[in-house]
């Protein structure tokens, strides 16, 4: 229940900062305003400093369990090339990343459940080629 909670809390911040409307993707997409970038740049700090918090710290997490964060491979590599190209690509074409989907079909937006099919479609398709694709 906890979960369902903190997803339709996020939801509303979501749509009440506008972050997941179509003229505000445009808007960055194009470069046009700031607000995106804004918004994007925040989180990127907030997780910045969770994080060095949570490695200083030894903090742990609600069930009282170490939380590791493991390092990541620094190197760019043409997965990533192709990966974020993809996911912006489709960002841009559809106006909505795959996350804020659930609350733009919640504020009415019917038309999102298409591309939600399409994540979905998406990911499955990923599942089964996962074992074939490079790591």
């Known amino acids: 229940m906890r979960f369902i909670a903190a997803g ?10 506008e972050v997941v409307s179509w003229f505000r993707i ?3 997409f194009l470069f046009d305003a700031f607000h995106m970038y804004g918004v994007i740049g925040s989180a990127i ?11 200083r710290w030894d903090i742990k997490d609600i069930e009282g369990n170490e939380i590791s964060i493991k390092p990541k491979d620094n190197t760019l590599t043409t997965r990533y090339i192709i990966g974020g190209t993809l996911f912006g690509l489709g960002w841009a074409i559809v ?3 795959p996350g804020p989907l659930y ?7 019917l038309i999102f ?23």
Not at 8 to 17: D, P
Not at 103 to 109: D, F, K, R
Not at 113 to 131: C, E, R, T
């Open 8 to 17: 339709i809390i996020f939801g509303f911040i979501l749509i009440k900062s």
């Open 26 to 28: 445009q808007e960055m």
């Open 45 to 55: 700090l907030v997780g910045l400093i969770g994080t060095q918090i949570i490695k």
């Open 95 to 97: 106006g909505a990343c």
């Open 103 to 109: 609350a733009l079909i919640g504020t009415g937006y």
């Open 113 to 135: 459940i298409v591309p939600l099919l399409a994540a979905i479609a998406g990911a499955g398709v990923y599942g089964v080629l996962q074992s074939k694709l490079p790591h």
